[in-house]
T-cell receptor, first 116, second 111 residues
Framework: GAVVSQHPSWVICKSGTSVKIECRSL??????MFWYRQFPKQSLMLMAT?????????EQGVEKDKFLINHASLTLSTLTVTSAHPEDSSFYIC????????????FGPGTRLTVL | LAKTTQPISMDSYEGQEVNITCSHN???????ITWYQQFPSQGPRFIIQ???TKVTNEVASLFIPADRKSSTLSLPRVSLSDTAVYYC????????????FGAGTRLAVHP
C-alpha cells in the first residue's frame, strides 16, 4: 500500500526557534496533503490543506504566518512552526491523497514536537 | 461536513466480538463512511469504508442500515493488540476532501 513518511519523528527545541517537519509520499504522487495536530488524549485537528504548486488553505483559527506550509513537489510537503512556544508542543501528523479518483487518505507516522 | 457521534470508550476481553456504533444523522447523499484506527503516538490507519449495507474485509465488517444515519464497526475476536482509538468519519468520496475527526472511541481489550 501507499506509504507516507515524516521527518523527524520527534524533535525538541527551545522556545523562539523554528522547526521544520517534512511529509513525504514514498511510492505515489500526492497532489494534496493535509496537516493535523493532536494534543494528548484528544482527537486530530485539521490545520491546513496543502496543494502542490499553490498556497495552502488553513482552517479557521490556525495562524498561517506561524505554521508555514510548502508543497513544492508532488511527494513533499513541509510544515514549519515559526517562533515555537511551549503551547505548540504537540503531535503533528500529515496525510496524503493520491491523484484524482483516489478515495483513501494515507497518514504519516507523526512528529512529536516538544518546545522547552 | 456531517458530524459523527461515538461512545467515548468501550471495554472488552480477548476473543470477544466488539461492535462500535457511530451516529451520523446529517450524512449527505454523496458521503461515504470510513473508519480509522489509531495507536498511541502513531498516525491513524485505515480500517474499512462503505456506503451502504455491509462491507467486510480481512480485519473488520461495517454495517450500514438503509437510512445511513448510523454505522457499526464490528471487530471479530479482538486481541490485546486491538486496544486503540477508533474514529468514524463521514465525507464525500474521491477528490481532495478533507477529513474531520470526531472524538473517537477508546477501546480497551483486557486479558
Amino acid at each position: 500500500g501507499a506509504v507516507v513518511s515524516q521527518h523527524p519523528s520527534w524533535v525538541i527545541c527551545k522556545s523562539g526557534t523554528s522547526v521544520k517537519i517534512e511529509c513525504r509520499s514514498l511510492d505515489f504522487q500526492a497532489t494534496t496533503m493535509f496537516w493535523y495536530r493532536q494534543f494528548p488524549k484528544q482527537s486530530l485537528m485539521l490545520m491546513a490543506t496543502s496543494n502542490e504548486g499553490s498556497k495552502a488553505t488553513y482552517e479557521q483559527g490556525v495562524e498561517k504566518d506561524k505554521f508555514l506550509i510548502n508543497h513544492a513537489s508532488l511527494t513533499l510537503s513541509t510544515l514549519t512552526v515559526t517562533s515555537a512556544h511551549p503551547e505548540d508542543s504537540s503531535f503533528y501528523i500529515c496525510s496524503a491523497r493520491g491523484s484524482a479518483g483516489s478515495d483513501e487518505q494515507f497518514f504519516g507516522p507523526g512528529t512529536r514536537l516538544t518546545v522547552l | 461536513l456531517a458530524k459523527t457521534t461515538q461512545p467515548i470508550s468501550m471495554d472488552s476481553y480477548e476473543g470477544q466480538e466488539v461492535n462500535i456504533t457511530c451516529s451520523h444523522n446529517n450524512i449527505a447523499t454523496n458521503d461515504y463512511i470510513t473508519w480509522y484506527q489509531q495507536f498511541p503516538s502513531q498516525g491513524p490507519r485505515f480500517i474499512i469504508q462503505g456506503y451502504k449495507t455491509k462491507v467486510t474485509n480481512e480485519v473488520a465488517s461495517l454495517f450500514i442500515p438503509a437510512d445511513r444515519k448510523s454505522s457499526t464497526l464490528s471487530l471479530p475476536r479482538v486481541s490485546l493488540s486491538d486496544t486503540a482509538v477508533y474514529y468514524c468519519l463521514v465525507a464525500p468520496s474521491g477528490g481532495y476532501n478533507k477529513l474531520i475527526f470526531g472524538a473517537g472511541t477508546r477501546l480497551a481489550v483486557h486479558p
